[in-house]
């Protein structure tokens, strides 16, 4: 039996688009179906690419098949309207009841990836509760769907059916992206709510009916301060993980995703308090552009980690995806510099093992 691999590198999920993608994406010029699917696998297959020659374990697509990373929800069922903000971001909110539209439109994300890569494959899909945040507005969706609990659990059998397709297409590793239960660790975010505990343990209880029972493919949590965020020059939400591990460790998960390259993360003492049988990928690449890591720097955060995680529970990656939003404009040389730092750090840490 070969020897697990130590410190595996993996990216969150979205890469940097370059002009040309988001061009493709957004129809400018307007392709025939041929002709578009055709540029966008020769896109896809350079970012593929770039992340092997980066020296990166575990790949994704960089999200560049979809106009936005949540808003694929509408390409898996009908019940939305489209439409854009006044500075050109695009919307998704949900108007009418779901219905059953592409099951399978990221399962198929998956069978184009497995055919030009060796590497391990991640996928990654948005949480139950993520989507009631962003996607549930009185004006238009009430009508459908009283409270935006509801639409919430009507999300949940939509995406549970792409799980399994996606699991079938040949995943390794399926993420659920939530950056709506993160945020509960900042004091002003739980203010907001009546009860943040129990707003915690409803967005918990939404991703279990999600993944709870499927087998056959590692399931991860992506838990974002929004740190992407950075690139929009939104802050970050502050605040350890304290007030939202007791609900951590009801996920029926084998992975979390969480940031640490920023001082308000907190103490990664906090590893102590999570079930042991979680693995942690560990947000240790900062995500700020213009800011480049070293891989010293980049192994001295994994060394702080091994205080309290053995060595096999620890998967590199950066913080956040690179590409936070559809419109945010991120440097796809600076993020590929940044992996490759990752990846020299890796095996900094390997030769120490």
Known sequence: MSKRLLFPTSVVGSLPRPAFVLDLINGRPPLPPDRYEREMQAAVRYAVAMQEHAGIDVVTDGEWWRKSYIGVIAELAHGFELGRYADGRPFTLVVDRLAPKTPGFIAREVTFLRGITDRMIKSTLPSPALLGERMWQAGKSAAAYPKREDFVRACVPVLRRELELVRDAGAHIVQIDDPHLCLFVDPEVRRQYADPDGATAFAVDMINEVVGGIGGVKIAVHLCRRAGGRARGEASHAGGYGPIIKQLNRLKVHHLTM?????????????????????????????TPGRIDSAETIAARV???????????????????????????????????????????????????
């Open 259 to 287: 940031e640490f390259t920023a001082p308000e993360a907190g103490d990664m003492a906090v590893f102590r308090e999570l079930r042991e049988d979680i693995e942690i990928g560990l947000g240790c690449v900062d995500v």
């Open 303 to 353: 060394r702080q980690a091994l205080q309290y995680l053995a060595p096999e529970r620890i998967t590199l990656n950066p913080d956040c995806g690179f590409a936070p939003g559809s419109g945010a404009v991120v440097s796809l040389d600076e993020a590929y510099r940044k992996l490759c730092h990752e990846a020299e750090a890796a095996r900094m840490l390997r030769a120490e093992a």
